[in-house]
T-cell receptor, first 115, second 110 residues
């Protein structure tokens, strides 16, 4: 079964450093997303991306965050200057147009720890 | 607002049936998803309801009443591996995003 792949699975970084989280969505999917889940809390929407541009973003997705699709397969989330409160599990997801039947497929996540 | 409420924890016995409820207050949801999430893993898609009524998929069924802002996930013939968190999520068609509830942690006991 096709899956969304995320790397790395764990990342530890010092406060103030830049991190890039990488995702390879399912190849025939058109819509890409980033969500995050702080330990013990709910999954929160960050950003959606379609046709090489951001289609929606949440209040969490401030100027420190950016997304890019540098080639035909990768989708990245960059945090420019990490803060302690950025520590969370970051999930990439992708979907077809038929979200009702296919749902959103989530990757296994990157656990980011900012120290 | 877009509040989604579901119980924090539930316990059930192997082989039994359990119903996990979800209520929501929304001005923008076009449908409701249910996801299963094992600890430390990604949410996996279970069901999506856009119309009122019951959708059945094997051991799992999901119900939606849009007028009442209410949904439930029904799990039959519970197995130990069903121990997980079950996430209710409202889908906003305009923004193409999911708004998740806090999840219900289900513990299945022998």
């Amino acid at each position: 079964e096709p899956e969304v792949t995320q790397t790395p699975s764990h990342q530890v970084t010092q406060m103030g450093q830049e991190v890039i989280l990488r995702c390879v969505p399912i190849s025939n999917h058109l819509y890409f997303y980033w969500y995050r889940q702080i330990l013990g809390q709910k999954v929160e929407f960050l950003v959606s991306f379609y046709n090489n541009e951001i289609s929606e973003k949440s209040e969490i997705f401030d100027d420190q965050f950016s997304v890019e699709r540098p080639d035909g397969s990768n989708f990245t989330l960059k945090i420019r200057s990490t803060k302690l409160e950025d520590s969370a599990m970051y999930f990439c997801a992708s979907s077809t147009r038929d979200r009702a039947n296919d749902g959103y497929t989530f990757g296994s996540g990157t656990r980011l720890t900012v120290v | 607002g877009q509040n989604i409420d579901q119980p924090t924890e539930m316990t059930a016995t192997e082989g039994a049936i359990v119903q996990i409820n979800c209520t929501y207050q929304t001005s923008g949801f076009n449908g409701l998803f249910w996801y299963q999430q094992h600890a430390g893993e990604a949410p996996t898609f279970l069901s999506y309801n856009v119309l009122d009524g019951l959708e059945e998929k094997g051991r799992f069924s999901s119900f939606l009443s849009r007028s009442k802002g209410y949904s439930y996930l029904l799990l039959k013939e519970l197995q130990m591996k069903d121990s997980a968190s079950y996430l209710c999520a409202g889908y906003n068609n305009a923004g193409n995003m999911l708004t998740f509830g806090g999840g219900t942690r289900l513990m299945v006991k022998p």
